[in-house]
């Protein structure tokens, strides 16, 4: 099995322009958003489309459930596709995703800027932010039978040909029901309680340093400092911390994690305050 990685921010038009990109390199299945989709039929899955805010679309279309994650493997599973496309806003989301559905590493990557004039991305962008519309790589009648959702129009993809136009598919624009809620903001102080709530289970670490967080709609970069106890086990206690830092902070927000750096800056004895 083949998989193909198509990559571009939110709202740049990557679901858009998967339909071509799919008919040009011959590829029948489709992950995007929550969905495994083959032509113009959803196979399995849940689209993130339909959550009701911003942090449950993020779970659902990294399949961060195990019951929905479980779904589309088995479909994958059985049907052995030859090729698959993966969305994804960023390359760490779609290796998140693969490695979920326990498919293939990536083998190509698309950026959405490659196969996008600026002024297609800037379009897309301006319909996202101002009209809070969404495009769905399936008809209309498909996306209304496998969920109630606001349409808002279906439209036919052509691709033109030096003799004429050949349809490949259908997009269906809709209002997802988050889209009337406005956007779902997580500051950074609430990152950082999360953070210190959970380093408290460490009895290893004496104090808490200087603390980074980058927030990017790709997801949260963090950078922190760290006086740990003399005589432990450096490397596992960070990794240990790392670890449970991204579990707490996937479960809690449903942003995805792209890096936690942490560096200890000073080591202290059991006796020192």
């Known amino acids: 099995m083949k998989v193909i990685a198509l990559v571009g921010g939110s709202g740049t038009g990557k679901s858009h322009k998967a339909l071509l ?4 390199e011959h590829i029948e299945y489709i992950i995007d958003d929550g969905l495994l989709i083959r032509k113009d039929r959803i196979l399995a899955g849940l689209s993130a489309k339909k959550e009701a805010n911003r942090i449950q679309a993020i779970r659902r279309a990294i399949f961060f459930e195990k019951e929905h994650a479980q779904s589309v493997r088995d479909v994958i599973k059985q049907d052995n596709p030859k090729k698959i496309m993966v969305l994804g806003t960023s390359k760490d989301m779609v290796e998140k995703i693969v490695q979920t ?16 004039s600026e002024k297609e991305i800037q379009i897309a962008r301006t319909s996202r932010s101002r009209e809070g519309t969404h495009i769905i790589p399936l008809p209309g009648i498909e996306v209304q039978r496998k969920f109630p959702i606001n349409l808002v129009e279906s439209l036919e993809i052509f691709y033109r040909k ?63 400092n760290l006086i740990l106890r003399y005589g432990k086990n450096i490397p596992n206690i960070v990794k240990r ?32 305050k």
Request: charged fraction near 30%.
């Open 21 to 24: 990109i799919a008919h040009k």
């Open 101 to 116: 559905l326990e498919l293939p590493p990536v083998s190509q990557t698309f950026q959405i800027e490659d196969i996008s």
């Open 162 to 224: 030096r003799y004429g136009n050949r349809k490949i598919g259908e997009r269906t624009v809709v209002r997802p029901p988050f889209s009337y809620f406005g956007k779902l903001f997580i500051s950074e102080n609430a990152i950082l309680d999360i953070i210190f709530f959970t380093i408290k289970d460490f009895k290893e670490v004496i104090r808490v340093g200087k603390t980074k967080i980058n927030i990017t709609e790709e997801g949260i970069l963090i950078q922190m």
């Open 241 to 272: 911390i790392q670890e449970n830092l991204k579990k707490e902070l996937d479960y809690i927000t449903g942003i995805n994690i792209i890096k936690i750096n942490v560096l200890v800056e000073d080591l202290l004895m059991e006796t020192e």
